[in-house]
């Protein structure tokens, strides 16, 4: 017999379907075919579906340009800041050595990432988390030569898993539980004297969708440790050398006091730069060849490197290393300043055929050389007495002026600048790690409860402030500018404004399927189809639903679309509406079938070049996975009868 509550009850009648809810649909069904043909950028299409529903007057120009001015879109905007700070003091080098090693298998390197992030995911918010983690693993793959395509979908899909563990994991779950809350107060009496419920405490509220969530996370990190080898395709190759590519001669000192003293070369991870190895070891006077991964480094060692220049950049990153040349600390600019240049030597240049030294290069350019390449061929010995020649490559550590005063200079055929080569601020490492710190902190522990605390306790007044997550990500952002840990320059270069565009206009095309009904069409039309199933079927049924629209209209537009169509099920069923709201929870957050589907998918849509069809083909068994294990799971820890 169905159960007699309906103070509470949300769902209304079905409106018929009009001219708006088709042309939203169409609009929709042309994003997904132009994501999927990939001939279009996903920026350009979501922009251009956004558009093609203002212009019909589907969305007025307020709501569907409002998602620009997310929350979502803005905190992302300063993370990216936050995540340069840590770049450019190399913090980031330092928490990518210590917490996610040097793997050798891609099984390895995607377990090591996956677990942390996923623990992380389940205690604050996920998007924050993969904007932190974006540039470590790319960073991290080049130097473990892994595609970073098979790294950054799992990265993603990692953060979705973990945000299923706790009620703080992931907006959609708060969503969903304020909504049932709200319908547990209004229902009080007909759910107690139906199921013996009452409105959940809030200690069950954070745990009950752990229950779910955390055997889902776990057997959803298996699931793509295992498939991922072979369903993931490689997008972007990993760092290869390429033939015929520059080569150069670098020598760089072991600094007396560095953190890198009495460490093996492998310790030191000298040996993890792709395209750069390590020919031999100048230690007071007597020279190691053929250097192992055990050899220690002493205090004073002059270590000869050979490589590409892209890995050089990265040698020059490396605390406790500085060019032997004493000439770089003598470039004349704020260090911030500071970037690595080449320049080729023209024929009618000055400074041929005669020595560096002899042209006092640094005091006529204000640029140090680094090393010399020549003709396909390295030129070696001390960078003082090379003898310059028409056409050698000269990597110089410069000042940021030096492109635009020397671009037509006659001195050289061609300035050009090595990207990301600005020098490394080591010694504000530590202060970056504090801001992050602070913003982890802000991000997790309920500030306001705490000062609750110490005011009860104490019997202080201090004032009970909450600080919201946009504004805990502003303010990390802000202090990197301020505490110099990068410039406002770098900063804003940093922000990926494509994925800025891309979730900005997936919010508003969401806002649109909501608005017109289309969302809700659909899915009471498929209820409509299964409603004989039972209460284990329509479980299932209304998982896989819920998750299918997380998929277009993000995960917050399908829990609020989908509560009021659990509860009328509930309702129409005569079973405990727990389950339903369990499984709900853990639905809406199941986007791992599109890009579209959620800010961290998006986020890695376009750094691993991914096709839109690569989410389907790990994402769907993997939503079938934790769709299973939900049916099983949640009518066993909140039975539909008591």
Known sequence: MPVE????????????????????LGVVGLLIAALVSNRVGPDT????????????????????????????????AALFVVATGLGETGAMTMVAQRLLGRPRTLA?????????????????????????YLPIINDWARKLKISPSKLFMPLSYA????GTCTL??????????????????????????????????PTKQFWWISVVGIPSAVAGIGYILLASRWLLPERKPPFEQAIGERQYTVEMLVEPKGPIVGRSIEDAGLRQLPGLYLSEIDRGGNVLPAVGPDQVLEAGDRLVFVGVVESVVDLLKIRGLTPATDQVSKVESDRRERTVVEAVVSHNSPLIRRS????????????????????????AGKIGDIVLQPGDTLLLSTHAGFIPAYRNSPHFYLVSSVPNAREIRHERAGLALAIMGLLVLLLTVPLAKVIALVNATLGTTLPEVAVQPIVAAFLGATLMVFTRCCTGTTARNSINWQVLIVIGSALG????????????????????????????????????????????ITNNGSAVLMFPIAMATARDLGVSPEPLVVSLMVAAGCSFMTPIAYQTNLMVFGPGGYRFGDYL??????????????TFLAPLAFPFHP
């Open 509 to 552: 095309i969401g806002q649109a399927m909501q608005q017109t009904g289309v969302a809700e069409h659909i899915a009471r039309a498929m209820l409509d189809l299964v409603g004989g199933l039972g209460p284990t079927g329509m479980l299932m049924v209304l998982f896989l639903l819920t998750s299918l629209f997380a998929q277009v």
């Open 45 to 76: 299409a979501m922009i251009g579906a956004l558009t093609l529903l203002m212009v019909a007057g589907i969305i007025d120009p307020r709501s569907a340009l409002i998602g620009f001015a997310h929350p979502a879109v803005l905190m992302v």
């Open 356 to 379: 560096v030294r002899q042209n006092q290069f640094r005091t006529r350019y204000n640029a140090a050389i680094i090393a010399v390449h020549r003709n396909g061929q390295r030129v």
């Open 108 to 132: 390895g390197a995607q377990a090591r990432m996956m677990a942390p992030v996923a623990a992380m995911s389940a205690v604050m918010n996920n998007t924050p988390i993969v904007a932190m």
């Open 617 to 630: 083909r790990l994402g769907v068994p993997l939503t079938l996975l934790v769709a299973v294990i939900c």
């Open 159 to 162: 953060a979705i898993l973990g």
């Open 168 to 201: 703080i994991g992931t907006s959609s779950n708060i969503a969903i539980n304020n909504l049932y809350v709200e319908y547990a107060t209004n229902n009080r009496q007909a759910l107690g004297d139906a199921f013996g419920l009452d409105v959940p405490s």
């Open 5 to 24: 509550w309906g103070t509470g009850d949300p769902s209304g009648d079905n409106p018929p379907v009009d001219f708006q809810a088709w042309y939203t």
